[in-house]
């Protein structure tokens, strides 16, 4: 395999941030050493499950930004391009505002998912059978700005300034308070979702010389829009479910890792899904750094700090390199 060496280097980088992320903000290496019960609850229950969902997140996202970029052929494509990312925040939202989220732990990650699978299918139904990339961007747009629209219109008519506080907060994207139950809920979906991404591997090289190019190879582009709106709705809807909003890792792994495949999508997306874990788990650990005892930094908040300067520069290397 080409990529061996790569994708081992990767591994060993998402060893080194899960690392990180255990010892930062003064973890009692010595008291666990010394069988203390009160470190081991705190490695096992606190610092374990929020390392493990950091990496389902930023994987599940690293891994959809590059299929998408492959498919659209456009470095400047992420899973909030065709709209998932914003359904799957309406249904956690609606969770919210209407006290649903209260009820139960597993409420909130449910609405989630299914706002991402419903926008999932209204894209498809709104682009139409026939739906070429340009198409399905547009379509992604319109889904994507309406729910955003009625993500503002719940925040607006909130029945109270808790309720308002509590969206708000949870629409930053954090993974603070992360427990095994959330791992439990997000991982068969992630992993559901990254096999299924994963099968479009070959299809997303043949596209690289065109659409028409592809077909004449066999390559049902309906299916594969299917494939990659299935799979992003699964990665992405339940990423969101468990961490709330969290932007550009999507855009910004991919584009780092790209050079090192001799930019061949096919190769790019387990990388993608490596680097995209290695990303979220050390912007959360950043967070902790940053926040120490005052007011919370919040990990959507790191990950826009550090993906608006890289998104700037991207659209400006595009810009020189267009025609």
Request: hydrophobic letters at 55%.
């Amino acid at each position: 395999m080409k990529d061996i060496r790569l994708i081992l280097i990767l591994s060993g980088v998402c060893g080194l941030a899960g690392l990180a992320g255990l010892l930062v903000d003064g973890f009692p290496v010595a008291a666990l050493r010394a069988g203390d019960e009160t470190a081991w609850l705190l490695l096992t229950e606190l610092r374990l499950p929020r390392i493990a969902l950091g990496f389902l997140v930023g994987a599940a996202l690293g891994l959809s930004g590059a299929a998408l970029q492959g498919y659209f052929r456009n470095p400047l494509a992420d899973p909030g391009v065709i709209g998932v990312s914003a359904s799957a925040g309406l249904g956690a939202v609606a969770a919210l505002y209407f006290g649903l989220a209260s009820l139960s732990a597993l409420i909130l990650p449910v609405t989630a998912i299914a706002g991402a699978a419903l926008g999932g299918t209204a894209l498809l139904l709104i682009a139409g059978r026939g739906a070429t990339a340009t198409s399905l961007i547009l379509s992604g747009v319109a889904v994507g700005a309406l729910a955003n629209a009625l993500v503002a219109l719940a925040m607006n008519f909130s029945p109270n300034p808790w309720a308002l506080s509590e969206i708000a907060y949870w629409l930053m994207g954090s993974l603070r308070n992360s427990s095994w139950t959330e791992v439990r809920i997000a991982l068969p979906l992630v992993a559901a979702g990254a096999a299924i991404l994963l099968t479009t591997a070959r299809d997303l090289h043949s596209l690289t010389i065109g659409e028409d190019g592809a077909r004449a190879l066999g390559v049902n582009l309906r299916g594969l829009q299917i494939r990659l709106i299935a799979g992003t709705a699964l990665a992405v809807g339940a990423a969101v479910a468990v961490a709330g909003a969290i932007g550009f890792v999507g855009l910004v792994v991919p584009h780092l890792i790209r050079p090192r495949v001799q930019h061949e999508p096919s190769r790019l997306l387990l990388p993608s899904a490596l680097g995209g874990g290695a990303l979220l788990m050390t912007a959360d650990a950043a967070t902790r750094l940053v926040s120490g005892d005052g007011v919370p930094l919040y990990l959507g908040v790191m990950t826009a700090i550090l993906g608006v300067p890289f998104f700037f520069h991207l659209i400006r290397q595009t810009g020189r390199l267009a025609p």
